[in-house]
Structure formats: C-alpha cells, structure tokens
C-alpha cells in the first residue's frame, strides 16, 4: 500500500465524523452525527488549528490534529486527538502519522508538542516509545460540577 499525508480542512469534516461515528460505536460509544459533528468542529474551528490526515489512495486511514499556542516565550503544538482506523492498526501507522506531523509542526516552528492521554497502559507505551515524556510542568487537574 502506498500512503500518502495530505492537510485537513474543514471540508473533510463530514467523511471525518462519519468514521469516527464508526469507529468509536465499535468500542461500545453512543455517537451520533450531531455528537461527533460538535467534537470534532470544536478541533477544527480552534485559532491556529493544524491536522494531517493519512490516505491510502483516496481512503482516509487516519489522523491527527491540534492547533498551535504560544505558552509564554514558546510555540507549541497542542495534539488534540490521534486516530488510526480499526483495519488500519497495528501496522505502525499512528506512529508514522505522530512522527510526520512533528516534522510539519516543527517546520512551522512549534518547538514542543503537549498532549494529554488516558491512564490506559497501550496508550502511554505507543506515546513512551516515541520519546513522550509524562509532564513535570503542567498536571491536569479537574472539578465536576
């Protein structure tokens, strides 16, 4: 297979909340268009969004996408959501995906990616293997209301 990385726009929304629907209601979710519509506008209608997507031909196989904020003197990438679809994985490529995007975010002069991930032991190996660090800095922290 032959894949190649193209930028998202906008007008990849909806054949990107379509999988994703797919995607996520395969774990067991209750997406629905109006759901997965809002999350993934809020990503892409972000101030300095940035994302890449991965095809094959023309088959979208996965994605990342952030956007771009300045935290004091440095330009970071904040790295909102990666994905790679279902029959997609297990082939290296979301780390393919990750490793392109921080050479385009680089070029564009972020000097840091920040992200967050789950407790769940595959994802924080897939992000150590790739030299993600867990962050000394900042610690999320929440309230419920």
Known sequence: ????YKELT?????CLINKYIIYYNDEGGKWTYDLAKKRLEQIFLTPYFY????YDESELVG???GCFKYFDD???FYLEEILVFREYQN???GTKILQELETLVKKQGAQKIDLSTTFEDKHQRFYSRLF??????????YKKI
């Open 1 to 4: 297979m032959k894949y190649k």
């Open 10 to 14: 906008i007008e990849d929304l909806d």
């Open 51 to 54: 994302g890449i997507g991965l």
């Open 63 to 65: 994605f990342a996408v």
């Open 74 to 76: 440095v330009l970071l």
């Open 91 to 93: 082939k290296g490529l």
């Open 132 to 141: 993600y660090k867990k962050s000394t800095f900042l610690i999320p922290m």
